[in-house]
C-alpha cells in the first residue's frame, strides 16, 4: 500500500467542494486503488473479475461519496463497498453461487486466469481459502493478506474481536488441513 | 504490521507463515495500476455517471424552508402594512384637508363646482355655522348669504316686507 500519501481528511475536504471534488476523487482512487484491487482480486480470483468489480466500486464510491457521513473511515466505508462488490459479481457470474468455491473450481478458475503464475502449493493455497464460508474467508483475507488490525476489522465487518480472532484461528487450521491432504 | 502477523501466523500454523513469504501468485497486467484512471473515466463516461450536487446534500433544510420563508415574508408585509394603514387614517384626501382651512377648502370647491355634487356643495353651506368661522364671501357666487345689503338700508327692506313676512321674523 505505498501509493496513499494523502490523508483522509485532507481528500473530504477536496471532496467537499464543487470546485475541487474532482481533483480529490482521481487523488482518492490513486491513493487507494491498489489496496481495494488486491482485496477484490482475493474474493473473485481472476483478474478480469477483479478489474470490473473495482471499477464498480469507484463508480459507487463517486455517486455516494455525498452520503458518507464520516462515522467511519473512508477506507472502511469503501471497503464495505468493494466488499459487496466483489460478492456480488462472484454470485452474479453464477461461478459459486454460494460465495464459495467447492472441490478445485478456484483451481479451475486461476488456471484459466493469464494473470495466475503460481505454483501448485499456492493453488492449493487459494482452492483451501476459496472453499471456506464467507465471513470466515474475509476475515482470513483481512488479517493475512492485508493484515488489518481486528479493531478495524470489527468496524467493518460488525463483530466482536474476541470473534473475530477465533474466526481467523479456525479458518488458519482449515486451511492447513486442506493443503495437508492434498 | 508484518512481524505481528508473521509471529501470529507463527504460533498457528508455520506452514502458512511460509506459504504467505512466498506470495499468492496473482499477478495484474503490465501498467494496470497505471492506466486504471483513464479507463476508469472512460467507463464513466460510456454509461453516463453523474454524481448528486453536493448543495443538495449539504443543504437540503434550507431548499425545503424557501417557500415557508417567502410566505412569512408575505404575510409580515400585509400585516405592516394594515397597521399602518389603520393608524394613519383610511383616507389619504382627509390627509390632504387637514392641512387647509375651511376657507381653503370652500374657497377650492366654489371655484370647481361643477366638479362636485349638490349634497356636497350644500354641505358647505353648514360647515362655517357648525364652526362658527364665517365663509370668505366670494363675488362670483349667488347665494343669499352674498347678496349686498340695499343702500337705503334695513329700514328700506322693512317697508317692503307684508305683515306676515314681518310676523314670521317676529
Redesign the interface.
Known amino acids: 500500500m505505498p ?1 496513499k500519501t494523502i490523508t483522509d481528511e485532507r481528500l473530504l475536504e477536496l471532496l ?3 470546485f475541487t ?1 474532482e481533483q480529490g476523487f ?1 487523488l482518492l ?2 491513493a487507494y ?2 489496496r481495494l ?2 482485496h477484490i ?2 474474493i473473485v ?1 481472476s ?1 478480469e473479475d477483479a ?1 470490473d468489480a ?2 464498480n466500486t ?2 459507487k464510491v ?2 455516494g ?3 458518507f457521513e464520516g462515522k467511519s473511515k473512508l477506507f472502511t466505508w469503501m471497503y464495505r463497498i468493494a466488499t459487496n462488490e466483489a460478492l456480488s459479481l462472484v454470485q452474479k457470474r453464477n461461478k459459486y453461487p454460494t460465495g464459495s468455491l467447492d472441490g478445485n473450481e478456484a483451481a479451475a478458475l ?1 488456471r484459466a486466469d493469464p ?5 501448485e ?3 492449493m ?2 482452492n483451501a481459502i476459496a472453499g471456506l464460508p464467507e465471513k470466515q474467508r474475509l476475515v482470513f483475507h483481512l ?3 492485508d ?1 488489518m488490525p481486528y479493531e478495524d476489522m470489527s468496524v467493518l465487518l460488525g463483530t466482536s474481536v474476541g470473534a473475530l480472532k477465533a474466526s481467523f ?1 479456525h479458518a ?2 482449515k ?2 488441513q486442506s ?2 491432504i492434498g | ?2 512481524k ?2 508473521n509471529q ?2 507463527e504460533e ?2 508455520p ?2 507463515r511460509q ?2 513469504e ?8 503490465h501498467d ?2 497505471d492506466s ?2 483513464d ?2 473515466k472512460l ?2 463516461a460510456k ?1 453516463g ?10 443543504i437540503p433544510v434550507q431548499r425545503r424552508m424557501w417557500p415557508g420563508v417567502l410566505a412569512a415574508a408575505a404575510s409580515l408585509a400585509l400585516i405592516l402594512g394594515a397597521v399602518w394603514y389603520f393608524n394613519t387614517g383610511s383616507d389619504p384626501r382627509e390627509l390632504v384637508a387637514m392641512e387647509l382651512s375651511p376657507e381653503e377648502i370652500t374657497a377650492y370647491m366654489m371655484e370647481n363646482a361643477a366638479d362636485f355634487e349638490p349634497e356636497q356643495l350644500a354641505a358647505l353651506e353648514e360647515v362655517p355655522a357648525e364652526n362658527n368661522q364665517p365663509v370668505t364671501p366670494d363675488k362670483t357666487t349667488t347665494t343669499p348669504e352674498n347678496e349686498a345689503v340695499p343702500p337705503g338700508g334695513i329700514e328700506e327692506i322693512i317697508d317692503e316686507m307684508t305683515d306676515e313676512e314681518l310676523a314670521e321674523l317676529l
Request: proline share 1%; glycine share 4%; no cysteine.
Open positions: 501509493e467537499a467542494s464543487e471534488f482521481g482512487v490513486a486503488k491498489q484491487y488486491w482480486r482475493r480470483l483478474h478489474d473495482l471499477q469507484f463508480v463517486y455517486k461519496i455525498v452520503h486461476l494473470w495466475f503464475e503460481g505454483d502449493t499456492q493453488l493455497l487459494q488479517r493475512y493478506y493484515e484461528h488458519v487450521k486451511i492447513e493443503i495437508r | 504490521m508484518s505481528k502477523i501470529e501466523l498457528l500454523s506452514l502458512l506459504l504467505r512466498q506470495g499468492d501468485g496473482l499477478e495484474t497486467p494496470y495500476f486504471f484512471e479507463n476508469l467507463r464513466m454509461q455517471v453523474r454524481r448528486h450536487a453536493l448543495q443538495q446534500v449539504h
